[in-house]
């Protein structure tokens, strides 16, 4: 199974399949990989210890960033990722992002912004929707009307402890107009926006 894979001149790290929502753009609804990889659907969810033992097959001081991603929600296995943040940081220089969906909090039932202090270098959140309902329409999100609120939060906590923040949109599936709303959006909570391509 594929627990770290090369993007770029970074390396991803794939800890889990879990994610709490569906939504209709997903890659994994595309077939089992991604990014050149055999596939992401992993047997069993990889121990600590195998996350640092797969990150150690590559040169990361070569690399440009360790990104916490893979076919599900990272923040599903927050306590875990920390550790494998904090294991990173002890042993290399590399910078350290995580790609979410933003809701943490509601996976993990409290205030995660604080824990990714001095662990996590940039967080990147799907925006996705700039309201709650557009929100729950494509992302399916198991939480339901209130997932859109606890993103922003997420992402404006973070904002405190994380020093680089970007929310990203999906250039196929959004508007001129609905970018130009969701840079709005990211000005206020003082987040920077960046539009992507569907895989990115
Ligand atoms: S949050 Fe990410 S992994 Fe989860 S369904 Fe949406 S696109 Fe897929």
């Known amino acids: 199974m594929t627990i770290t894979y090369p993007v770029k001149n970074g390396i991803y790290v794939n800890m889990t399949n879990k994610c709490p929502c569906n939504c209709t753009f997903c890659i994994r609804h595309n077939g089992p990989g991604a990014y050149g990889s055999d596939s992401l659907w992993l047997e069993r969810e990889p121990s600590v210890d195998e996350v640092c033992e797969s990150l150690k097959q590559w040169d990361l001081d070569k690399k440009d960033e360790i990104?916490?991603?893979?076919?599900?929600?990272?923040?599903?296995?927050?306590?875990?990722?920390?550790?494998v943040a904090a294991w990173i940081k002890e042993n290399y220089s590399i910078p350290v992002r995580i790609n979410t969906n933003g809701l943490s909090d509601l996976i993990n039932g409290r205030d995660t912004a604080p824990e990714l202090n001095g662990l996590i270098d940039a967080v990147s959140i799907s925006l996705n929707a700039n309201d709650p309902a557009a929100y729950l329409k494509i992302t399916q999100s198991k939480f339901g009307m209130g997932s859109w609120q606890a993103?922003?939060?997420?992402?404006?906590n973070c904002t405190a402890y994380v020093p680089k923040v970007t929310i990203t949109v999906v250039d196929q599936v959004?508007?001129?107009?609905?970018q130009e709303e969701a840079k709005r959006i990211c000005?206020?909570?003082?987040?920077?926006?960046?539009?992507?391509?569907?895989i990115s």
């Open 174 to 178: 959004t508007t001129p107009e609905e």
């Open 187 to 198: 000005e206020s909570i003082g987040a920077r926006l960046r539009i992507r391509p569907l």
């Open 151 to 156: 993103m922003i939060n997420f992402a404006r």
């Open 67 to 83: 990104v916490f991603c893979g076919y599900g929600e990272p923040t599903e296995r927050l306590d875990d990722l920390l550790l």
